[in-house]
DNA sequence: GGTACGCTGTAAAACGTTTCACGACCCCAG
DNA sequence: CTGGGGTCGTGAAACGTTTTACAGCGTACC
């Protein structure tokens, strides 16, 4: 049982491998008799084209390549169906989760190269991620997404992650909070200290506003419980009435830890998450967090990749820059 | 610019384009010296060798193909995980996401014969899918996850969906629970009706007992909140006291749109979820939920393909099945 | 001293497809 | 009747790699 070849097809049809290529390909350039010949045959012997002889042909592999941070949270996978509507019909997107592990996003780079990509789309983990990236551009396009290039070579497309941590803290500040801590998983990933940054601006804009800092290796919500936990056992004094995660998932965990330790939310204390996930709203306390539209950001890193690919565009470090919302509901503001 | 081949780099060291090829896949068989000049050559040049040519040659791809019916739910998440786990170095696994679209699963299967996949773990979307699957394991080892095949062909691995159901049931019984009500995802999905075969019998079991169908056609927590306030409108002779539902995301939901609608979640209400995500347990009460070992399923599927592709095992219709756990919270049996 | 053998390097074929260049055929105008 | 141009089909080259088969050479053994 050997593999169906165009070969065959052409015997089927009786008729030449290059009238069966070119019955398929440019239909326009052979008459239509043989494209209706052509055509059954491959239905008959069900013909399958070999990607890899077309693509050692023709030297495009139609694929797009992606890394992520890890493909299990929302955010990303709606990064990733953004890309997929950009690329479009007869382009494929290669996801590689690099899983918050730089040797994995090495691997991936590697497979982009073996495999021909034609442009990539990067979201890059800590700064080795970064340089990693600027290396890869040399030979095919870049896009960076959710991170803005220092160097300034590289386009991307990203949030406003400072704006996104300033409007939750002044959100909590408005509704009079002054004790903030902001819980932030992973120091190294710059989306966080970026987030952090911008706490620190709205604090620093109101005096009396004090911001404490805590931080989760993990962006679980299990741990987010534990955190919860560890937060109501602070002695009232010590305890913050504003609570500023960079995540959901940890956000959900610690408004659930702080009510079984009998702690109110939001009367006692305000919490904020950040990605505005599906569970946002069914959490607990329904969630207050950051939305940032990711499913459009990965459409508009598609379309600028593909420019770059078609030569339309050059690359220039050209920063797309979107908006975060924030999405309030009870977990500041109660039930009302 | 051009692409650096086997061709520059035999060049570049002065020596065959063979004895490259051989240096880097088969050491052995040529003197160290021409190892170490090759070597040295390539990463001068930084050679990567072209995976569609090498392909095309060897005829292996060391892809697996894998769908899953929709990414974002983490119960398929983690079944990537394993099989990804069991597939080992060397081996990818290219993932494509069926999104509870026939046509979709279908353009996946072309795509695995296109770039010769090794093997494939499907987790078909419905009998169309099914049958799909069955043509596809005609060219190349196919295991399916997560489904057995009622024709006893193809090998599989998968959880015992009707004892799943059956356990949810019964726990309710078991709590007093008398009118339940089934809230089922697109009955047309196998898992879906093998859970609400298993209600069945634990119902029928216990004359007393009665159940109602509810169907949601997408499975979103916002769906979840829509079919809750259904619920909670019904007279209250009309309700149920219990409620089965066949995916977490839903159950969510459902608790909060009762709890919404001032109805008491488990007091008036019980709610069993299905798939013990991580979120079911910061719900907004707490959920109880049939849990499903999803990575050890991937990985037992990834281990069965690897014997098939090897040889050391024979496609014959040979069926693993994994028995659900049931994890017990307050969204049955209350905080206590 | 000749044969056989092992070791190492290489030329060339092969993988399955697309495309280029050419040729056959037909039609119409001169 | 001939020539020019258009249409449509085809053989063969090309893509970049691996592998086969063979050649050259030195060594060991009779």
């Given at each position: 049982?050997?593999?169906v070849g ?6 089927h049809?009786?008729v030449s491998m ?5 019955a398929l390909?440019?239909p326009?350039r ?5 494209v209706?010949?052509v055509r059954?045959?491959?239905?008959e012997?069900?013909?399958?084209p070999l990607?890899?002889?077309q693509q050692?042909r023709?030297g495009?592999?139609?694929?797009l390549?992606m890394t992520v ?5 929302p ?5 990733v169906s ?6 479009g019909?007869?382009v ?17 780079f ?20 970064e340089r990693l990236?600027?290396?890869l551009?040399?030979?095919i396009?870049v ?6 290039d220092?160097?300034?070579v590289l386009?991307?497309?990203?949030f406003?992650?400072v704006?996104g941590?300033?409007?939750?803290a002044?959100?909590l500040i ?9 819980l932030g ?7 966080v200290?970026?987030?952090l940054e ?5 604090v620093?804009?109101?005096?009396r506003?004090?911001l404490d ?6 962006t679980?919500s299990?741990?987010?419980i534990?955190?919860g936990?560890r937060?109501?056992e602070?002695p ?5 009435d504003?609570?500023v995660?960079?995540?959901d998932h940890?956000a959900?965990?610690v ?12 009367e006692d ?11 946002a ?9 950051v939305r940032?539209?990711?499913r459009?950001?990965?459409?508009a890193?598609?379309?600028?990749l593909?420019q770059?690919?078609s030569?339309e565009a050059?690359?220039?470090?050209h ?8 999405s ?6 109660g039930?009302r």
């Amino acid at each position: 049982m050997k593999r169906v070849g165009i070969r065959d097809v052409a015997r089927h049809a009786g008729v030449s491998m290059s009238s069966v290529s070119n019955a398929l390909n440019k239909p326009e350039r052979v008459s239509d008799e043989i494209v209706q010949r052509v055509r059954t045959a491959v239905d008959e012997l069900g013909y399958v084209p070999l990607q890899a002889a077309q693509q050692l042909r023709i030297g495009r592999s139609g694929l797009l390549g992606m890394t992520v941070i890890n493909i299990t949270n929302p955010f990303f996978a709606d990064l990733v169906s953004g890309a997929e509507d950009a690329a479009g019909a007869g382009v494929r997107v290669l996801v590689g989760n690099s899983d918050d592990d730089e040797d994995k996003e090495r691997e991936y780079f590697r497979l982009f190269e073996r495999v021909q990509v034609e442009g990539a789309l990067v979201s890059p983990f800590g700064e080795a991620g970064e340089r990693l990236a600027r290396q890869l551009a040399r030979s095919i396009p870049v896009v960076l997404v959710d991170r803005v290039d220092d160097e300034g070579v590289l386009d991307s497309v990203s949030f406003d992650d400072v704006a996104g941590g300033r409007m939750a803290a002044e959100h909590l500040i408005s509704l009079g909070r002054t004790r903030l801590t902001f819980l932030g998983a992973r120091e190294e990933v710059r989306q966080v200290r970026e987030r952090l940054e911008g706490v620190r601006q709205a604090v620093e804009a109101h005096p009396r506003v004090s911001l404490d800092l805590m931080w989760s290796h993990r962006t679980t919500s299990e741990r987010g419980i534990a955190m919860g936990a560890r937060i109501a056992e602070l002695p009232e004094d010590e305890r913050p009435d504003g609570v500023v995660t960079t995540n959901d998932h940890l956000a959900c965990g610690v408004v659930h830890g702080l009510l079984r330790a009998g702690v109110r939310v939001p009367e006692d204390v305000a919490v904020v998450g950040y990605d505005d996930i599906e569970f946002a709203a069914v959490a607990a306390v329904p969630l207050t967090s950051v939305r940032q539209p990711a499913r459009d950001m990965g459409r508009a890193a598609g379309v600028r990749l593909m420019q770059l690919i078609s030569g339309e565009a050059q690359a220039s470090g050209h920063a797309i820059r979107f908006e975060p919302e924030l999405s309030v509901r009870a977990s500041t503001v109660g039930y009302r």
